[in-house]
Each structure stands twice: as C-alpha cells, then as structure tokens.
C-alpha cells in the first residue's frame, strides 16, 4: 500500500512562473490537507480538500495561491507568479476520514530563484 | 502565539536514555498528534491521542494527554541514536475540518 505521493521532489522556478505542485493521496483516503514549512519553523496549513470540494482554505494567501482535487487523478496546488517568499516545502497529507491520523508525503521543496 | 508548543526547544542526550517532550495548547481539542521529521525529511506519525484518552503507548514511545492543563507530553524510552530528529504536536484546535496546527518542534539528538 503506497503511502502518500508528491512530486516533483524539488521544483526551481524564476520569479514570476508558475509552480505546480502534485499530491496522491494514499488508498481509500478522500481527505487531502496541505501544508506549508518555512525553514527552521513548524508547519502551518494552508488548505483542506475533498474529492471536487474545497472545504476550508482559511490558511492560503488570498492571491496567487490556488488549489484543486479533480474527481481523477492528483491533488494540485497551484501558486502563480512565484516570489522568493514562497520558497519552503509543501507538504500534502491524506487522512480516511476528518478526525483520523493524517499520513504526509514526502514533501516538495520549491526553491524561487 | 502557536496552538501547540513544544517544551524544550532542543534537548540532547545520551543513546540508553529517557526523552520527554512536552506540548501545550489553547484550545479545546478532538484529537492530539505526535510526529517526527527527520531533517530534510518528510513527517512520520507516530500516535495520535483522542481528547478522552489519557495515556498511549506504542513501542517505545509512551504519550500522555492532560486537558485539564491543556497539555501533553512524549516520552521514548531507551533513545537510540536513529531517534534523532525533530518532534512536533499538532492540534485540531477543535475544528471541524481536522486541520492541524503544529508547534514549532522539539529537536532532539541523541548521542552514540
């Protein structure tokens, strides 16, 4: 049973392009979190999804930042117009249900040039 | 201030001993989690503790919960050296989407 996926792994961008970022959550599990882990520090949410719905995106910037989870295939977060300040690692985790153990992937570093 | 956070900061000892880390929170809570990162790394969980539950264990690691202090504590017993790493609570702050919100970590390195 695969844990939870993300990639890429690291992402480079320049500033203003766009990052893209995938998440896969384990088997059977339909609620996807996100977060994000600026160095030296703990990680702080951004958003929660269920399969077509966003249920809360209280911790995402109100621009720029975007996220989606289609009927099929991955969770996407998506920032456009990237700047140096959102350099960090963006974690996704998956849980079975809302109140359950959530399992992190593995986490993409995004490096803003 | 953070929901949750972790007392000490950092903490260093020698493999064979105890380790115990401490969380507080504001909160009223569903549920309480316990992780590890390994730098550079992503989280591993390691138990989650339910806001009527009071003590958990598994393997090594043994959690208590105290909401009436609004805290909780992570003991590992006999560290070993692969112990080494950082150590987070996370929260739902009583929220009814499960977000967590996470201190900002206990590191602890344990010596050979």
């Known amino acids: 049973n695969a844990g939870v996926m993300q990639n890429p792994r690291h992402l480079v961008r320049r500033r203003g392009q766009e990052a893209r970022l995938r998440c896969s959550p384990m088997?059977?599990?339909?609620?996807v979190y996100w977060y994000r882990q600026l160095p030296e520090e703990g990680l702080k949410f951004m958003v929660y999804l269920q399969k077509e719905n966003i249920i809360d995106e209280s911790g995402m910037p109100k621009e720029r930042f975007s996220a989606e989870f289609p009927k099929e295939g991955p969770s996407i977060l998506r920032i456009q117009q990237v700047v140096r300040g959102d350099s960090a690692a963006y974690f996704c985790a998956s849980s079975p249900e809302t109140w359950s153990e959530q399992f992190f992937g593995p986490g993409t570093r995004l490096t803003v040039l | 201030s953070q929901q949750g956070e972790e007392d000490p900061q950092a903490l260093s000892i020698q493999e064979g001993e105890n380790a115990t880390m401490n969380c507080s929170y504001k909160t009223s809570i569903n549920n309480l989690q316990w992780y590890r990162q390994n730098s550079g790394r992503g989280l591993v969980h390691l138990i989650l503790?339910?806001?009527?539950?009071r003590e958990k264990h598994s393997g090594r690691l043994r959690v208590t919960l105290d909401t009436s202090k609004k805290s909780s504590s992570l003991l590992i017993t006999a560290s070993r050296a692969a112990d080494t790493a950082s150590y987070f609570c996370?929260?739902?702050?009583?929220?009814?989407?499960?977000?967590?919100?996470f201190g900002q970590g206990t590191t602890l390195q344990v010596k050979p």
């Open positions: 503790i339910r806001s009527n539950e």
């Open positions: 996370a929260t739902d702050a009583g929220s009814n989407t499960g977000k967590l919100i």
């Open positions: 088997k059977g599990h339909s609620h």
